[in-house]
């Protein structure tokens, strides 16, 4: 799925795409975007910061940035965050540095925020950014999911749990909607949707050159 150089699609200069993954918490944002990195070269994961707690098996600037709370009110202060937001009791930011680096340098980039978050970044770049929200195939399977990845106790799983209805009901902000039953046909459509925001023409800045150049061998 590389588009090589600079983003380039076949020699072509593209826009980068801000790629956004929201879900209620358990449907699977983290298993599709670690799979959707692995898989789409030239995409870069957006490692946001946390006053969360780390969990068993997380890690520091690979997950998330884990910061105290002052921290993360010194990093909003000094307008380091492209959004943020609180979610279940925690704040969460993008750090805005890498994602504007890994743009201008015509990669794309993958972001697992909620839809505050998503929100935010529309607004700052409306032609960029590209929504998926996830959902899971049942209120059963999500509850199931939460308890399997064992990473949370129950009081924060009923937590969520409960906050699953709120998250859901702003799916209709999103501009696509997958329901991850089967993870690899989930992952699939993540892609599919990737790709054909990638090759759309308004993306592909450097295609009126592209073509414009043919038409001169063709016409000399
Ligand atoms: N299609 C699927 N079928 C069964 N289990 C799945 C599927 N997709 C993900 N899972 C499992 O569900 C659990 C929750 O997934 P994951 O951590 O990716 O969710 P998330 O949306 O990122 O949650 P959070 O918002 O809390 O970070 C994990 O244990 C993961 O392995
Ligand atoms: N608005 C933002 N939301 C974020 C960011 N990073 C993660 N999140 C969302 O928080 C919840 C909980 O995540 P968890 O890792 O504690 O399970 C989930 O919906 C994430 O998408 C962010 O930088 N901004």
Request: proline share 4%; aromatic share 8%.
């Amino acid at each position: 799925m590389s588009d090589g150089a600079a983003g380039g699609h076949n020699g072509v200069e593209r826009r980068g795409v801000m790629f956004v993954l929201s879900s209620p918490s358990g449907a699977g944002k983290t298993t599709l975007s670690r799979m959707l990195v692995k898989e789409a070269a030239g995409l870069q994961m957006s490692v946001s910061a946390t006053t969360r707690p780390m969990r068993p098996g997380e890690v520091e600037g690979r997950d998330y940035f884990f910061v105290d709370r002052a921290k993360f009110d010194q990093m909003v202060a000094a307008g380091e965050f492209l959004e943020w937001a609180n979610v279940f009791d925690n704040c969460y930011g993008t750090p805005r540095a890498p994602v504007e680096a890994a743009l201008a340098s015509g990669r794309d980039v993958l972001f697992d925020i909620d839809w505050q978050g998503t929100q935010q970044l529309r607004s700052h770049a409306p032609n960029d950014v590209v929504s998926v929200f996830v959902l899971p195939p049942s209120v059963q399977a999500l509850e199931h999911r939460l308890h399997t990845r064992a990473q949370d106790s129950h009081d924060v799983i009923q937590g969520r749990m409960k906050k699953a209805g709120d998250e859901m009901s702003h799916y209709d902000a999103y501009d696509y909607i997958v329901v991850n039953d089967n993870v690899g046909i989930a992952f699939e459509s993540v892609k599919a949707i990737l790709r054909a925001e990638q090759l759309k023409r308004e993306r592909q800045i450097g295609i009126d050159a592209f073509v414009r150049d043919m038409r001169q061998q063709l016409e000399g």
